[in-house]
């Protein structure tokens, strides 16, 4: 579970940024600046970050404040996962990233598989909906739903992407070191759980 303080001012920052979005009256409006200016205190306290860089970030955003999502692409290969090495820390992920605007989660995943990886591939079936601050990944000051999506490779070949360096298939007992701030070891064999029950139910926190 993640610390109270980033729970507090997470909390915080979305009752300002959605009461922001619809206050009219002055003295309201001023009262959630005030409340946001308090998330943005209480991020600076706990990390090392400046209140500038956590203003443009954090506390930027406009409209109702929903979670962020992010999408991960789950291919097998005669029983190893498929993983790609990320360039930002050197560590290995499953294909993935943000949702974009206009595409499906399925589309997301598949287009995310080609441009990590170098694979084509199919979208089968969605295998979880997971929040994040139920998992050990480190502290993060978005909440962030993650979906993992079964997907069949069809084509292509391994070659790493603008984010990516290697691509490689492992074995559940052979598993790389992880960017566990896209993937916790827990998670990886959970997937691995649905290679051998391919009727398991979607995982759902």
């Not at 506390?59 to 005669?78: L, N, Q, S």
């Not at 295998?127 to 978005?142: A, N, Q, R, T, W």
Request: with cysteine; hydrophobic share 40%; charged share 35%.
């Amino acid at each position: 579970m993640e610390a109270k303080w980033l729970t507090w001012a997470k909390e915080i920052q979305a009752i300002a940024q959605t009461g922001l979005e619809y206050a009219r009256d002055v003295y309201d409006i001023e009262r959630y600046e005030a409340l946001r200016e308090l998330s943005v205190d209480i991020m600076a306290n706990y990390t090392l970050e400046s209140k500038e860089k956590i203003r443009l970030s954090f506390a930027g955003d406009k409209g109702y404040c929903t979670p962020k999502v992010d999408i991960r692409g789950v291919a097998f290969r005669e029983g190893r996962i498929l993983m790609v090495r990320e360039k930002i820390d050197g560590k290995w992920s499953l294909p993935g990233g943000w949702a974009d605007i206009g595409l499906s989660p399925r589309e997301i995943a598949v287009k995310e598989i080609r441009e990590e990886s170098g694979f084509a591939a199919r979208a089968v079936r969605l295998l979880g909906v997971l929040d994040k601050k139920f998992h050990d990944h480190p502290p993060e000051p978005y909440h962030i739903y993650k979906l993992f999506i079964l997907c069949e490779i069809v084509g292509g070949e391994a070659e790493g992407g603008l984010e990516t360096s290697e691509v490689g298939f492992f074995k559940e007992d052979e598993l790389p070191e992880l960017s566990v701030e896209r993937n916790t070891e827990k998670q990886i064999l959970t997937m691995f759980e649905f290679l051998r029950q391919p009727d398991k139910a979607v995982i759902l926190d």
